[in-house]
């Protein structure tokens, strides 16, 4: 059985998406994620951050060419991926570090909004055929439609505010 460290953190981006690979070769780009856990202290009455834990994610392919157009130094970010060890030899001595291989990338927008455009349809490269992607009407999205809701006064598009 294969076993893989798939993981998610949130954090922001620590400097500039940069790529690198071969020229004309598979797109690449890897940037700095910093992430800080914070936690209540009960005898300050304060809140008081861990210290600030920072990893190398790295794209490939399409998500690498949107990264490199989308992402900026001190964006919010959630990012999933799968945990890697890299090992390189630097005047004999062998070091390694973690870098999180990401399968997704996308603004945390608990922190902020972002404005989403789509890639053109049919590009083969993020692995999903255009025959998969799901249909959306011309009009939009199709709404779901309220279970159980009577439509009175007190309901804001059919959803009534004194359930919430």
Known sequence: MAQQGAVVITGYVGAEPTSFGRQGGTAACSFRLGSTRR???????AWRDHPTVWITVKAFRTLAVNVESSLHR?????????????EWTKEGVVHSSLVLEASSIGHDLSRGTSAFTRSSPGRQ?????????????ADGPRQPEPVGVTGDAGDIDGFDVGVM
Do not use: K, N, Y
């Open 39 to 45: 936690f209540f202290h009960p005898g300050d009455g």
């Open 74 to 86: 001190g964006d919010p970010v959630i990012v999933t991926g799968t945990l890697a060890s890299e």
């Open 125 to 137: 490269e993020d692995g999903i055929p255009e025959g998969d992607l799901p249909r959306v009407a």
